[in-house]
């Protein structure tokens, strides 16, 4: 589902360039739930941008779905990341004078699904997410925990082929965290292939794979 072949990246310019990304190789095949580990500073949110075409890269190669996502431009990056990816982030996103159900309703909103069937849809997923009763709460008075199932509801609306988590756990208590990662693995079990990225040993443990970044270039593969 994804191929990078030396994927390069960096910030800056001149005598002030900084590389992030030295030279990615890496592939994850459609189905799994991969877990990318590395300390603070080592790039992975660079990398997991990169992924989710939310930022581009210098050179190297990147094919997602068997298709070349050099040089897009940002309607077609924009296209494809509603089509096809769903994200999570650890301060959640949410939007604070919305809803949960008009938060996870929102992405249909832009795809101008009628009203009734995008809420329809969002009541369905905030039951996936155990958050009926939630439902015309707004963020400021959920747990972190709810919040983050909330944006987990919001991630799937577009029924993604992949999810791409930036530390969907960051910000909240072990138990949350592992309630959290709990619905990231049934999503994942449904057949929607999941990136997590972590920097906590505990998080990764819970994939089925641990790609382990440092400095810039992956140290392993868990192959
Ligand atoms: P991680 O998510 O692993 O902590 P990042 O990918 O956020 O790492 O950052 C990797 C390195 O790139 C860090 O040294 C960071 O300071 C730098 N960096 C990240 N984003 C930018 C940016 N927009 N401009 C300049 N430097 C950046
Ligand atoms: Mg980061």
Known sequence: MIKLADVRKSYGSGKN?????????????????????????????????????????DSGKYLLGGTDMSNLNETTAAQYRSKYLGFVFQSFNLINFKSAVENVALPLYYQKVPRKERNAMAMDLLDKVGLTD???????????????????????????????????????????????????????????????????????????????????????TGR
């Open 17 to 57: 360039l900084f590389p992030v990304l030295k030279g990615i190789d890496m592939d994850v095949e459609q189905g799994e739930l991969v877990s990318i580990m590395g300390s603070s500073g080592s790039g992975k949110s660079t990398l997991l941008n990169v992924l989710g075409l939310l930022d581009s890269y």
């Open 134 to 220: 939630w439902a015309n709460h707004l963020p400021s008075e959920m747990s972190g925990g709810q919040k983050q199932r909330v944006a987990i509801a919001r991630s799937l609306i577009t029924k993604p082929r992949l999810i791409l988590a930036d530390e969907p756990t960051g910000a909240l208590d072990e138990q949350t965290s592992h309630e959290v990662m709990d619905v990231l693995k049934e999503v994942n079990k449904e057949g929607i292939t999941m990136i997590i990225v972590t920097h906590e040993n505990e998080i990764a443990a819970m994939t089925q794979r641990v790609i382990r970044l440092r400095d810039g270039l992956i140290e392993s």
